[in-house]
């Protein structure tokens, strides 16, 4: 099984299959538009621009699972993302990425590449940590989506092969694109 197996809807609602990305390296990435990381949609955007040429895709899957910070419709978060940030990867329709509402694609994400932990050098990974442990103190030992901005890199195959919480150095991300380009 590769993410190729799984079809998404888009913004406009029509069925996507991810094997129409085969061949390329995939970066799937839960985002919010109102999230202390919402700031990453640029810095994706220019990794996007540096790369696609090479056969990056960047696929961005809203979701309003944490602290209710992707709301709006699908349409409304696009306007967002084009005008304050000029983004143009692909971006999907709204989705839930944890518990029974999950859709199957991330189901299987968390299944590959659970959570490891969060990046010790950034300055909110102290916040994250405490609100985790004060709502469940066994979180790390859990694989589900943690929070916004959780990326997903998928080698040309279709195979995940890291996950980088939002914490993640975006530099670290990077490389790791570079490598499988």
């Known amino acids: 099984m590769s993410v190729y197996d799984f079809t998404v809807k888009t913004m406009e609602g029509a069925e996507k299959k991810l094997s129409d990305y085969a061949g390329k390296v995939l970066l799937i990435v839960n985002t919010a538009t109102a999230c202390g990381f919402t700031p990453q949609y640029g810095d994706l955007q220019k990794i996007y621009e540096k790369y696609a040429d090479q056969g990056l895709e960047i696929l961005d899957f809203p979701c309003n699972q944490f602290g209710n910070q992707a709301p709006g419709a699908d ?71 943690k929070w916004n901005f959780t990326k997903f890199l998928v080698d040309r195959k279709g195979n995940v092969v890291k996950r980088f919480e939002p914490t993640a150095d975006m530099k670290l991300l990077e490389e790791s694109i570079k490598e499988l380009l």
Not at 117 to 134: I, P, Q, Y
Not at 139 to 145: A, R, S, T, V
């Open 75 to 145: 349409e409304e978060i696009h306007s967002f993302c084009t005008g304050r940030f000029g983004i143009t990867y692909p971006q999907f329709s709204k989705i839930e990425v944890n518990g029974d509402h999950a859709i199957p694609l991330y189901q299987y994400l968390v299944k590959e590449k659970g959570f490891e932990g969060f990046d010790a050098g950034h300055e909110l990974t102290s916040v994250l940590e405490k609100m985790f442990e004060e709502k469940n103190p066994d979180y790390k030992n859990e694989p589900d989506i």
